[in-house]
């Protein structure tokens, strides 16, 4: 006498109308992993690779704040002509790490960007760049 197959004990192999799982094994279709990754660590390799390819390129010469090295520049909401070198055509405000202002002086110009915007010296948009 056989055993009796209960809930617990079913025919693998008769799978009904459903068809085999074909390659994809018991835990489904997950790629090629080398194993569980944190966001971080994703991150971190990321920015590990991309500083390699940076350093393959050459030699990228330290940005000096513009304001510091000449000191008769000054910043001021009027001064549209200054304040269009730091918006990019699209007409955004363009950050630091680009164009190499330091802290002291990014956050006045950001001021008087805002404040030349909402005067209409400076366009809010790229498109009248």
């Not at 630091?96 to 990014?106: E, L, T, W």
């Not at 956050?107 to 009248?128: D, E």
């Amino acid at each position: 006498m056989s055993a009796p197959m209960g809930p617990d004990r079913r025919d693998r192999s008769d799978r009904g109308d459903r068809g085999d799982r074909g390659d994809r094994g018991d835990r489904g279709d997950r790629g090629d992993r080398d194993g569980p990754q944190t966001v971080k660590s994703r991150l971190r390799a990321k920015a590990r690779k991309k500083a390699r390819k940076a350093r393959k390129k050459g030699f990228t010469r330290r940005k000096v704040c513009r304001f510091c090295a000449d000191s008769s520049l000054k910043i001021d909401y009027r001064d549209a002509k200054t304040l269009r070198l730091f918006i990019s055509e699209t007409g955004k405000m363009v950050p630091r790490r680009i164009s190499g202002n330091c802290a002291r002086h990014q956050r006045p110009l950001a001021v008087a960007i805002k404040r030349a915007r909402h005067l209409a010296l400076l366009p809010t948009s790229g498109n009248y760049l």
